[in-house]
Structure formats: structure tokens, C-alpha cells
């Protein structure tokens, strides 16, 4: 069993690290533009605060190892995103993420931090920590459910790549395995919810990959400058996806 659990952590680590890094090609077009576009850094400062939480949780627990070593490679990544979109975006939003990683990045994690190692007692530990992880990884794992909804709206799966969602469902069904075999509830039961909201984003991709879309061309349009005008994306599944590529955290 342990050399099974091993096995499948050590390929939960690659799969993960993979899709740690699927935004690089993002951010390679907003270096060579100079310019984040419109895309968002919040999806990138809040699993920045997740990879960090799990880290911790990796070093406080005995058996944390493989945790250990995805989620800090992980945050390293997300670190990295969030320094060139902080360096790139357009000095109102620039100034808004700021205030966002201080708030969530400095003060939300040094405060966990430090509660963790001097006001909870070490038998508490991982029990704190855990729970943390866990509710705040049950959220980000529901983050892509608008861009679901996109897809159930416009019959089209454009904006949810079919590879993508296999990846993100792999990853979360290894992470369970791993956690069912380890018997750790606080990574077994985001990953179940992991690996059910992957498996709605297949079914969703076999539905209505051949399906032509439902939205009249000349709404779309208008929506789409109405949005421009507006400042927000023309495409809502677009940074739902992108939020989905950054969500990988065991």
C-alpha cells in the first residue's frame, strides 16, 4: 500500500506540476505584449495563497512529503505569475492586485502561519491547517462552474479545451486515490469534489462538442463590444478556464 501511494503521488506531482505551468503560454504573450489584456490576477494570487497553505501543510505533517514538494513547486509557479502580472497590468489594476496580494498573500497567510506555529497546539496542527486547505480548495475547484454555465448557454465548448478538463480530472481522481490509500480526509474530499466537477465538464464536452452554437451572430457581437466598452472580457469562459488552469492543489 505505501509503495502504492508513493507511486501514485509521485504521478499526481507531475500531472499537477504540468498544469502549474499550462499558463506559462499566457504570460509569454503578455511579456512579448507588454500588457496582461484581459486577463485577471486574482486567479493567480488566490492559488498562490493555496499552494502556500498546502506547502505548510506538507512540512507540519510527518507524511506530507509529496505534498510538500507539489504545492512549493507550485507556489514558486504562481509567485512567478503574479510578479509578471503585477509588472504588466495597466496601473489601475496594477495597484488593485497590489492590494490584493498584501491583503490575501502577506496578511492571510502570515496570519495562518503564525497562529499555526505559536497560538495552535502541535496535535492541532494539521487539523487547523487541513481544514483551511480543504474549504478553501473546495471553492477554487467550484471557480470554473460559470464557464460550465457558458458552455450550457452558447452549446459550445469553445472556451473549455477538451485536454484541459481530461487533465484536471485525472489529477483530481489520482489525488483521491492517493488520499483514500494515505487516509487523509483533508485531501481526499476537495479532490472528490475535484473529480466530480471534472467528470461534469467531460460529460459537457461529449454533449455539445458537435453541437453548433445557439447564440445569434448579431447578439454575440453586441455583447461583445458592450463587454469591451465595459472593460470586461468578451469571452466569460475565457477566465474561467484560465482560473481552471491555475486550480491544481492536492
Not at 496582461?36 to 505548510?56: C, Q
Not at 492517493?178 to 461529449?206: E, H, M, T
Not at 451572430?217 to 472580457?233: F, L, M, V
Request: glycine share 8%.
Amino acid at each position: 500500500m505505501a509503495n502504492l501511494s508513493f507511486i501514485l503521488g509521485i504521478i499526481g506531482n507531475v500531472i499537477s506540476i504540468l498544469l502549474f505551468a499550462s499558463p506559462i503560454k499566457t504570460f509569454c504573450g503578455m511579456i512579448k505584449k507588454k500588457s496582461t489584456g484581459d486577463y485577471k490576477g486574482e486567479p493567480y494570487i488566490t492559488t498562490l495563497l493555496s499552494t502556500s497553505l498546502w506547502t505548510l501543510y506538507g512540512i507540519i505533517n510527518p507524511d506530507g512529503l509529496l505534498v510538500m514538494t507539489v504545492n512549493g513547486a507550485g507556489a514558486i509557479l504562481q509567485l512567478i505569475y503574479v510578479i509578471l502580472f503585477l509588472v504588466y497590468a495597466p496601473k489601475d489594476t496594477k495597484v488593485k492586485a497590489a492590494k490584493l496580494v498584501g491583503v490575501v498573500n502577506v496578511g492571510v497567510l502570515g496570519t495562518v502561519t503564525a497562529v499555526t506555529l505559536f497560538a495552535v497546539h502541535k496535535n492541532t496542527r494539521l487539523t487547523f491547517v487541513g481544514i483551511l486547505c480543504t474549504a478553501l480548495t473546495i471553492g477554487m475547484y467550484a471557480s470554473p462552474l460559470s464557464a460550465m454555465s457558458t458552455v450550457v448557454k452558447t452549446k459550445s465548448v469553445e472556451y473549455m479545451p477538451f485536454l484541459l478538463s481530461l487533465f484536471l480530472f485525472l489529477n483530481a481522481g489520482v489525488w483521491s486515490a492517493y488520499a483514500v490509500l494515505v487516509k487523509d480526509i483533508y485531501i481526499g474530499v476537495p479532490n472528490a469534489v475535484g473529480l466530480f466537477l471534472g467528470s461534469a465538464q467531460l460529460i459537457l464536452y461529449v454533449t455539445y462538442k458537435n453541437k453548433p452554437v445557439s447564440t445569434n451572430p448579431s447578439e454575440a457581437i453586441e455583447e461583445e463590444e458592450e463587454e469591451e466598452e465595459e472593460g470586461g472580457s468578451a469571452h466569460p469562459g475565457r477566465r474561467g478556464i484560465e482560473m481552471n488552469s491555475s486550480l491544481v492543489n492536492v
